[in-house]
């Protein structure tokens, strides 16, 4: 069976701002890079509103609808912004995290990759922000949780940012692992050591600016690896951001393509020692264009080959 990359055309119509980052060109350079490999490609579903109320109150998806403009962009906070494409967007990118679930557990995928937009892991329980609309990731572990029954998902983030959207959300979960890496000091201001989760199901692995992948894979050859396995997922989720890429222009550190290569096979090769191989990958960030292709297209390729 071959790797899924998931997408929709409609993740394409969510139109920030002249200038700002996370840009259509994002995922349209990314989806470009990605033509060559021989994947199975799916078309995003739109997710179900139990869907989203999952790890979202209905008061706050009724927010955002209440806010989405028919024309022209509304700011949701000082860097999130709906245009009329957005929430379609949106609920297509989470329609894709569920999807992918579906298939790895129901033996149609070895692995997969949500190749969305907007991203998610910024986005709290009942605040968007940094860019994110609803919490993809988190939502991926939920849906396995409580609609396939598994008993322990882990969800693992390498977007420089720290993803603190997924940690507010899984916070009180105990059936999860959340483990995270991102530049500190940087955005959003969260993500130290300390911040352990309400049952210790949470790990925080700061990183200094200007450190490079070799510093990165020490710890999480360290902090994270360990902690997987002792935890034993059923399933790993990935929170695939590339903005610690040397040339992004959002953080300071110094990863290189390899990095993500190097991250994303180490943890295919524990999901094959812990959980049958299957892996569910999201698109987080990642603003250079040409970093953000050659970094994907590597992480891609690792699933690929961890599928065969």
């Given at each position: 069976?071959?790797?899924?990359?998931?997408?929709?055309?409609?993740?394409?119509?969510?139109?920030?701002?002249?200038?700002?980052?996370?840009?259509?060109?994002?995922?349209?350079?990314?989806?470009?890079?990605?033509?060559?490999?021989?994947?199975?490609?799916?078309?995003?579903?739109?997710?179900?509103?139990?869907?989203?109320?999952?790890?979202?109150?209905?008061?706050?998806?009724?927010?955002?609808?209440?806010?989405?403009?028919?024309?022209?962009?509304?700011?949701?906070?000082?860097?999130?912004?709906?245009?009329?494409?957005?929430?379609?967007?949106?609920?297509?990118?989470?329609?894709?995290?569920?999807?992918?679930?579906?298939?790895?557990?129901?033996?149609?995928?070895?692995?997969?990759?949500?190749?969305?937009?907007?991203?998610?892991?910024?986005?709290?329980?009942?605040?968007?922000?940094?860019?994110?609309?609803?919490?993809?990731?988190?939502?991926?572990?939920?849906?396995?949780?409580?609609?396939?029954?598994?008993?322990?998902?882990?969800?693992?983030?390498?977007?420089?940012?720290?993803?603190?959207?997924?940690?507010?959300?899984?916070w009180e979960e105990r059936r999860t692992l959340f483990i995270s890496s991102q530049q500190i000091p940087l955005f959003p201001g969260t993500?130290?050591?300390?911040?352990?989760?309400?049952?210790?199901?949470?790990?925080?692995?700061?990183?200094?600016?200007?450190?490079?992948?070799?510093?990165?894979?020490?710890?999480?050859?360290?902090?994270?690896?360990?902690?997987?396995?002792?935890?034993?997922?059923?399933?790993?989720?990935?929170?695939?951001?590339?903005?610690?890429?040397?040339?992004?222009?959002?953080?300071?550190?110094?990863?290189?393509?390899?990095?993500?290569?190097?991250?994303?096979?180490?943890?295919?090769?524990?999901?094959?020692?812990?959980?049958?191989?299957?892996?569910?990958?999201?698109?987080?960030?990642?603003?250079?264009?040409?970093?953000?292709?050659?970094?994907?297209?590597?992480?891609?390729?690792?699933?690929?080959?961890?599928?065969?």
């Open positions: 069976m071959k790797t899924a990359l998931i997408s929709h055309a409609e993740c394409l119509g969510h139109v920030t701002p002249d200038g700002h980052p996370e840009r259509v060109a994002r995922l349209e350079h990314l989806l470009n890079a990605l033509e060559p490999l021989d994947l199975n490609r799916v078309s995003a579903p739109m997710a179900a509103e139990d869907d989203i109320l999952r790890i979202h109150p209905a008061s706050y998806l009724a927010g955002l609808r209440a806010a989405a403009p028919t024309d022209g962009l509304r700011a949701v906070d000082g860097d999130t912004w709906l245009s009329p494409g957005s929430l379609d967007a949106a609920f297509r990118g989470a329609g894709a995290a569920v999807r992918a679930v579906d298939m790895v557990l129901g033996g149609d995928a070895p692995n997969a990759f949500a190749a969305v937009r907007p991203p998610g892991h910024h986005a709290e329980t009942d605040t968007a922000m940094g860019f994110c609309l609803f919490g993809n990731a988190a939502l991926a572990a939920k849906h396995a949780l409580d609609h396939h029954g598994l008993s322990r998902v882990a969800v693992v983030d390498f977007d420089v940012h720290h993803g603190n959207g997924t940690q507010d959300i899984l993500g130290q050591a300390h911040e352990t989760g309400a049952f210790d199901n949470v790990v925080n692995i700061p990183l200094p600016p200007g450190s490079d992948g070799s510093h990165m894979r020490r710890e999480w050859e360290t902090h994270a690896f360990p902690r997987l396995r002792a935890f034993k997922p059923e399933l790993i989720v990935i929170s695939a951001g590339f903005d610690a890429h040397a040339d992004d222009p959002l953080a300071n550190l110094e990863w290189q393509v390899e990095d993500f290569a190097w991250i994303t096979a180490e943890l295919c090769k524990l999901a094959d020692e812990l959980c049958e191989g299957r892996v569910v990958s999201t698109l987080e960030g990642g603003y250079d264009l040409n970093a953000l292709s050659a970094s994907a297209r590597a992480h891609v390729q690792e699933l690929m080959k961890a599928a065969r």
